[in-house]
């Protein structure tokens, strides 16, 4: 009992005094037509006239001189999803440790938050973030769920997060709400990724007739939609769309409904589980064993080929294209291996390194050294500096940031699954079999 | 809980209870290492650069069972009890030394994954396997040092356990009291006490004295005893005052503590409704319902479809003039799924309602409604109820939190004046014996129906109000997990009491949205909790009245009418 | 429901009002009537609409399916014998919840976990006689050594249940029942982050073993040996355990046990142990189906077991609770509603994707089975209520 009481009165005592603060976490808008700090064309951080700190419209996060640089990575870390979550925080930890540990003489630190792959997770997420007044800059979010369920507090906050894997269309579309100003992304949008699906199947394959799966997700039953718009548009017919649920095992009786239609293709974008369960039950429906099936980056993993057993054989699956990425990806992947003892978990690391180097650049670029050492970061002046990304070398090609956020340079690839890939050691595919080099 | 002197135990003579004490530590101590969450919040400080929350969490299961052990040493002296907690606490520590024997033989990370180097450096200060005496050893430890604190007198013990379990408390709420503390006037405060994550070592020092000299000035129960000592005019007229600084509290509580803050208390205030709700419909006409999540669903996808000035929004009205109809609908929705339903038996009845929530949810975000329901990708776009510019002091989830307290002040006071009016008794006379009900005039299916409805109608509300908060509308948010979490709720708080659905909303909902750093292991420490709580306080942790002294043994019903503490006359005893 | 004893009696078709009852007070007595009789027609009304409505669906749904003449008798043939395999996992698992029910009148809703406790077993034994080589040496090993995983399955899941049942159950038997349930709930979760934190949140899937793959040579079927396996298996399993209930004396005193406790403790029997032996076989089959499961579907991760465990009970319910032919009955049922009933009654009626609203058909059919046969296909067999 004297715990409570004694909580109870600490916790009133915090609640008035900061009350009577004049500090609010939201940050308020400094006075309209403030100049925005005027850093230097080149990059690196100029002296500010003595005792003047810079004023932006977002904002400006002040940095002591002891005190670490704080940004963080928001994303799916627990859960059947966590891998590709984690996965993304490698690559930004690698980035921090390509860079010494420290940017601009300060520290960096790294904080992560769990959005859970859910919309409700992510605006939780997102309101913590938004609520550090310490933060500079945010990578993220894992799911397009958890960026639609949280961008508006970011982007209320002043911040701007740029994501390595959120795939969704409408989240970088020239119609995106005010709301997405904060919101940039180094992954690619999944029109790129359903037109190329579309495109391998009709030209390459030359198959005329699909069905396409999707499992409820909303990734999945966009992007089974694009592909089948696209393979309509280039003269192919789609003759089904059917769906699964996530968790389900069971699959044969939609399998054996879409087996009647006796389609060339089966293109199934699902996650692992019900991928997994797809591709092992198609060979066991008569009437399917020799359709083409092809299925997206949420199952490019080793525990979908796992899972699906010999059935993977000559399974497709589309990625962004690894082949496509720099030189330095190799090494980068030994970095990986050296760092954290495993292959990688996921496919969008890479990503995540190149959105956190673009965040690092910006913040070279705009932040203005006080002279007691203390670092001023605009927040506006950052994100305006984001956007203006452009040619900039990352792992995964010279990135260019469109005006509403797309950053990535999408070359997708269609890789196939021979029984080389299906042990461990041969996953993942070295190159994709399209398109062609 | 007074914590007397253990009486000399004369019929303890052997050590056998030790032993197995011991033993059992040890499985809880080994099986937090399998599962990991001694490696995990291996990298979460509780005091920074000293102890980590995972060798805290060890500590504990040793440290545990060293007291339990010494209070059921053989003989009862000093010593014995001593060498009871050294015993238990050196067995706990000899499973986790077999752990690492055998981890370094045979690789146990095939089955499980935790079983890893990193755990074995942990257990043996990096040492292997020629450190492998060292759980024995620091377990024994503990467990001695557990046991001399349970011999110490009272006076002394009370303040001990009192600043140990300060200085966990607030190693655990650290850093979420740190940030919003960072700006304002208490910032010096805050750098000194916490490090970014978990205490700092002057910090810790602090708390301990601090809260170990507070409680050792004042005895625990004092306050209570004096409470009670008061006569009843003296007491109503503390409660004023009282009630005046929690109102102050819960309405600063967002402008002090910041957005995420106010966010989660939305979301506890939104259960909370719904808490309400489901107190009418389980509590007092005692119907189990596990569906409840598909009024929830009417509530919010209303709203989202009435407001949404996205593709699937029909009007794009305000939010205010949408909730008064995705409450009627909710209302509507009930009565249509209750008629059918509503003559199957309890536990049945569970299933079904669990069936209703289960259609609703993959009708909710299925093709076939898509064109209409939005599918998959849901509904967004779904505007705040107060349109104010980012910046606003009532921006983002602070408008939703005032909105939702008064929503639940508003509905709590509907459930008080329903549960004492005729329809309330109905309620409780069906709940209590449908037969019996029946013969006295009460009609079964008409009363079980206000009560469905009305469950329902206050879940509509609280999907109203979701929608609003979050801004889009997904099936796949509307799980059977949310039914399962206000039943749990309900009866974790107080079946019938809604002060209880309060408490029971706050430690069920609110405590893990807090400590999402851990959400690893949320739902893990979720099911110990129900099973706790069900084993030790199956009233509830804020019982009304009557389901106290229904579930109570007949002895603490005789202790409660001498003048326990529930009563209102001065404690005589 | 109530919190100090059983609920009401069983439901009552609509039309069977108690005779004479007694009215409230003069001046209401007419109105009251009436507005209860108005009542009474409006749930008459609305529950014949609703099972014509359904019927409609069903019947017109059917109709125009077979008409269409898009799927062959093969086809049908198929998705017959996928339910029927599917439905004896779901047999297997309703087992467990039926006579746990009929024994407790508890629904144990921790049993899903302990069927994939059962499967991980199955997995792990499965690797390590993979890494012998002895699974897949010849058709008499590989036999062997499923039956060497169904064992060790058995043995985990009995052993696991137990302990749940001495810690979670034992000390709430004299609770109300939501108690219980409550603890059943908690018991779930905790159950399954423990699988989850011992063995990580990966998919684990059972390795390959060659003579379950391959087809039966009855070209009709198009059914491999593993289907075969599953069905024999849970038939055999169902059909001694339904021996062992009715003909032995342990089995006896569970079913004494189940029908009046007092009387049964009267007669020398130890209530206490039927019930942890009820627990056990209930365990063992949910073991048992874990195995099977992992071999049929291969792929099991640590929440494998709890939409199996809720589509299990609904079986149970749906044959009658407490019947152990009544678990086997509707757990059949449930499967082939599952595996027929979307392409039979939703694909003539153009509905898009039917075979996402496979769930919504099997609720429907519970909810019809529960208003208008209360007891389940079979009639229920648990303890008499007290008054």
Known sequence: MKIWKLGAVIATVAIVASACSSGSSTPAPTSGGGASPTPAASTGATEAPMGTPPTDPLGVVTIPPDEPIHIAQWGVLSGADGTLGTDSKYGVEIAIADRGGKLLGHEIRLTTEDGLCTPEGGAIAAQKLAADSTLVGLVGSSCSDETVGGIAAITAAGLSTISPSN???????????????????????????????????????????????????????????????????????????????????????????????????????????????????????????????????????FDFVKAAGAAAEGHYISSPDFTAFGSEYQGFLEKYMTMFGTNPLSIFHAHAYDATNILFNALEKVAVQGADGTLYVPKGALRDALYATKDFKGITGTLSCTPTGDCGAPVIGVYEITDKEMVKEGFPPAAPIWPKR | MTHEQPAPQARIRTWFPVVRIGLLGGVVAVYLCLVGIVTTFNERPLIAGVLSLGEASLLLAWIGAGYLAARRAPGGTRPAEVAAGGLAGGLAGSLATLLVLVGSVVDLRSVFIHASPELYDLLTFGLGVAGSWIPIAVGALVGAIAAVVVALPDSLRRPLIGGFTAVVVMGLFAGLLRTPMLTSPLSGLARFLFAPDGLTVAGAVLVFVGVAAAVAIRGPLTARRRYDALPDRTRRALLVP?????????????????????????????????????????????????????????????????????????????????????????????????????????????????GFGEIVRILAGSDLLKAWLGGPQGILGIPKPIDVPPGHLLAGPVQIYYIALACAAMVAFVAWRLRASRLGRSWMAVREDEDVAEALGVNLVQTKL???????????????????????????????????????????????????????????????????????????????????????????????????????????????????????????? | MTLTGPGGGPAEPAAARPPGTPPVARGERASVRRIDRLTDLAIAGFLWTFRIGVLLIVVVGSIATLASGKYSLETWLDLIGNGLTLGSI???????YTMVYGILRMINFAHGEIFTAGAFAGYFTAVALAGTGLLNANPLASLLSIALMIAVAMATSTVLAIGVERIAYRPLRTAPRLIPLI?????????????????????????????????????????????????????????????????????????????????????????????????????????????????????????????????????????????????????????????????????????????????????TMLVLVLVFRPSGILGERVARTRA
């Open chain 1, 167 to 301: 795939t969704r269309p409408v989240l970088t579309a020239p119609d995106r709400g005010p709301e997405y100003a904060g919101y940039l992304r180094t992954a690619h949008s999944d029109s790129f990724q359903g037109k190329a699906a579309a495109e391998f199947v009709y030209n390459e394959l030359g198959l005329r007739t699909a069905a396409t799966i999707h499992d409820g997700s909303s990734y999945a039953q966009a992007l089974q939609q694009v592909f089948a718009d696209e393979f309509t548009k280039l003269g192919g017919k789609v003759l089904i769309q059917e769906a699964v649920s996530k968790d389900q095992t069971d699959m044969k009786p939609v399998l054996t409904r879409i087996a009647a239609t006796k389609p060339d293709f089966i293109y199934f974008p699902v996650f692992v589980a019900a991928g997994g369960f797809i591709l092992s039950q198609t060979k066991q429906v008569p009437g399917l064993e020799n359709t083409k099936t092809m299925s997206a980056d949420g199952t490019f993993t």
């Open chain 2, 242 to 354: 009282a009630l005046l600084v929690m109102s102050l509290v819960v309405l600063l509580f967002p402008i002090s503590f910041g957005p995420f803050l106010a966010q989660v208390v939305a979301i506890v205030a939104i259960y909370i409704l719904m808490g309400f709700g489901m107190n009418i419909t389980l509590g007092l006409a005692g119907l189990l319902d596990l569906g409840f999540v598909a009024f929830f669903a009417v509530g919010a996808y209303t709203v989202g479809l009435l407001t949404s000035t996205g593709e699937f929004g029909l009007a794009g009205w305000s939010w205010w003039a949408a909730v008064p109809f995705a409450v009627l609908f909710a209302m509507a929705f009930a009565a249509f799924l209750g008629l059918p339903i509503l003559r199957i038996r309890g536990d049945y009845l569970a299933i079904a309602t669990l």
């Open chain 3, 183 to 363: 603890s059943a709930i908690g018991a779930s979760f905790f159950l399954q982050y423990t699988f989850r934190g011992l063995f990580g949140p990966g998919i684990y899937a059972y390795p390959d073993i060659g003579i379950l793959g391959e087809e039966v040579p009855i070209e009709i079927l198009n059914m491999r040996w593993v289907d075969v396996l599953v069905m024999a298996s849970a038939l055999l399993m169902m059909s001694v355990l339904y021996l062992f209930v009715m003909r032995t004396r342990l089995g006896t005193s569970i079913r004494a046990v189940s029908e009046d406790r007092d009387t049964a403790a009267l007669m020398g029997i130890d209530a206490n142990r039927a019930i942890v032996l009820t627990f056990a076989i209930g365990a063992a089959m949910a073991g048992a189906a874990g195995v099977l499961y992992g071999l049929k579907y291969t792929q099991v991760y640590f929440f494998s077991g709890f939409i199996p465990g809720i589509k299990a009970f609904t079986a149970a319910v749906l044959g009658g609770i407490g019947n152990v032919p009544g678990a086997m009955l509707g757990g059949l049922f449930l499967g082939l509603i599952e595996s027929v009933g979307p392409t039979l009654f939703l694909d003539g009626l153009n509905v898009p994707s039917p075979n996402q609203l496979k769930d919504v058909i099997g609720f």
């Open chain 3, 90 to 96: 779901y047999a297997l698992i309703a087992l467990g």
């Open chain 2, 450 to 573: 206000l009560a469905y409805m009305l469950g329902g109608a206050f879940a509509g509300l609280a999907g109203a109000i979701f929608a609003g908060l979050v801004g889009s509308i997904f099936a796949s948010s509307m799980q059977l997990f949310v039914s399962i979490n206000v039943v749990a709720l309900v009866v974790v708080g107080g079946m019938g009491s809604n002060p209880g659905v309060v408490v029971g909303a706050i430690f069920l909902i609110g405590l893990p949205e807090l400590f999402r750093e851990f959400s690893e292991y949320r739902f893990l420490f979720y099911g110990v909790a129900l099973i706790a709580m069900m084993l030790y306080r199956p009233a509830g942790l804020l019982p009304s009245r009557i389901v106290k002294r229904e579930l109570s043994s007949p002895e603490e019903l005789e202790a409660t009418a001498e003048g326990g503490t529930s009563s209102p006359r001065p404690a005589a005893s």
